[in-house]
């Protein structure tokens, strides 16, 4: 651009200096050199109009042909036009292979803006969550899935957990939320369906459920039976040999009800008829029962409880999860242990702990407690006589409460189990005495 200034002065200065000489060769320099500018301005102003004639055309016509600086100016913005359309064709391509993508992909993504209004979706949403292209671009999102769930999952801060709902669409449809952050307050959400998955796991739900209904009929017949020989007089060989068909005939509709309540468990996610539970007595008669458990093994049992608190929840559901966990430290500390059972409330939540030190968990194996029949060691599990189901029930109770479990343990030093609550499932426990007061007050 210097260069083409330079080249303009040039130009005029080549323009004066002939009108300049002409001038003073036919004698009347003045007006010589007013009819030279006067003929260098036109000469731009046409250059001029040229220009701006070809910079209103169509984009990709040629730059008009031109000598000097004019020539240069337009080749320059020739060259830089050139390179914005090789850059747009190159953005243009990744648009549509973004766009292309994304249609290809069963998942539906959506884009919400910071004003949680919807900015862009791929085909795939308007499948599976209902979106039209014409009309909703704009909308609040939360005006097209309004699902009580997904508004609470939206209106969260962190989003590590999915959300599993139907469809707004159809209720055939189970779709899994996941939600992401991006660009300081716009969020990606991302809906799976997962309908196939969902009906497998019902049916194997079903099938486990069905199995072990149909288990107990013949078990109890076998169990009833046999309790009745055992009654009579019978020879010893037989004696040994049915006693121990009564013993893993116990096992097995152990076994059977515990697979009967987790199904129950898994068939809804959260319990409906909460109620105030009155852990502290419920915690008493587990530790009553654990201590007759116990009797053999002579344990010290040591018992903390809050007594403000009560827990909210499904009385029977909560007391299988606690006297598993206190029946567990019973079974897996040798003779003579010492068992703390602890309940108590701080501005996190409730808890409920089950110290033991006994026999304890390797690291290795914690993680994976949970799982149906996992044992960290299958000898000494089956000879404790558990079912293997007992920390999975644990988890699904706590779950279906908003809770969690944590252990603790390391191999041979013992281990401590603990529940947590959120505070929503607290309540603070209503006294006789605060009763009669109230009802005075009332009167
Ligand atoms: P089980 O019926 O075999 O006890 P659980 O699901 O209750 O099944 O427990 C799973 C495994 O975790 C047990 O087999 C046992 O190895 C281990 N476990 C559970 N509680 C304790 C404990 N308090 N101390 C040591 N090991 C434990």
Not at 148 to 173: A, G, H, K, T
Not at 337 to 347: E, P, S
Request: with cysteine; charged share 25%; glycine share 8%.
């Amino acid at each position: 651009m210097q260069h083409n200034r330079y080249s303009m002065f040039g130009n005029l200065a080549l323009f004066a200096g002939i009108g300049l000489l002409v001038g003073l060769v036919i004698g009347y320099p003045a007006e010589s050199m007013v009819v030279s500018m006067t003929l260098w301005s036109t000469l731009q102003i046409k250059q001029f109009t040229r220009l701006s004639e070809w910079l209103h055309k169509e984009n990709d016509a040629e730059p008009p042909e031109c000598e000097g600086h004019w020539g240069e100016l337009f080749d320059e913005l020739s060259r830089q036009q050139k390179r914005y359309q090789s850059r747009e064709t190159f953005l243009r391509g990744v648009i549509s292979r973004f766009q292309q993508s994304s249609a290809a992909l069963n998942d539906a993504v959506v884009i919400v803006d910071v004003q949680n209004n919807l900015e862009w979706w791929n085909k795939a949403a308007e499948r599976l969550l209902g979106f039209k292209t014409s009309s909703d671009r704009g909308k609040p999102l939360m005006n097209l899935l309004r699902d009580p769930r997904f508004v609470r999952y939206y209106q969260r801060d962190s989003y590590q957990e999915p959300l599993q709902l139907p469809s707004p669409i159809s209720n055939d449809i189970e779709l899994l939320y996941q939600i992401s952050k991006f660009g300081g307050g716009s969020r990606l959400l991302v809906a799976r369906d997962i309908t196939q998955m969902v009906r497998l796991e019902q049916t194997r739900q079903d099938f486990v459920a069905n199995a072990s209904h149909e288990l107990r009929t013949p078990l109890t017949v076998i169990l009833g039976y046999l309790e009745t020989y055992l009654d009579q007089d019978m020879p010893r060989p037989l004696v040994r040999g049915m006693t121990q068909m009564q013993q893993q005939a116990k096992r097995m509709e152990n076994l059977v009800s515990d697979l009967l309540l987790l199904s129950r468990l898994e068939s809804s996610r959260q319990v409906v008829d909460e109620h105030p539970i009155q852990i502290q007595s419920q915690i008493q008669h587990i530790h009553e029962a654990a201590e007759e458990l116990a009797r053999d093994k002579n344990h010290s049992f040591e018992v903390k409880l809050d007594q403000q608190y009560d827990l909210l929840g499904q009385e029977r559901e909560l007391h299988s999860a606690f006297s598993n966990l206190v029946y567990n430290a019973v079974r897996y500390t040798p003779p003579g242990g010492l068992i703390k059972i602890r309940w108590w409330v701080d501005k996190e939540g409730g808890h409920f702990s089950v110290e033991d030190n006994g026999v304890g968990i390797d690291s290795v194996h914690i993680s994976r407690l949970t799982e149906r029949f996992y044992r960290v060691d299958e000898g000494r599990s089956s000879e404790s006589g558990g079912t293997g189901l007992g920390l999975a029930i644990v988890k699904h109770v706590l779950s279906r409460h908003g809770g969690h479990l944590t252990i603790k343990s390391s191999k041979g030093s013992g281990s401590t189990f603990a529940c947590h609550f959120p505070t929503e499932h607290l309540t603070q426990v209503i006294v006789q005495d605060d009763l009669d007061d109230d009802y005075q007050d009332a009167g």
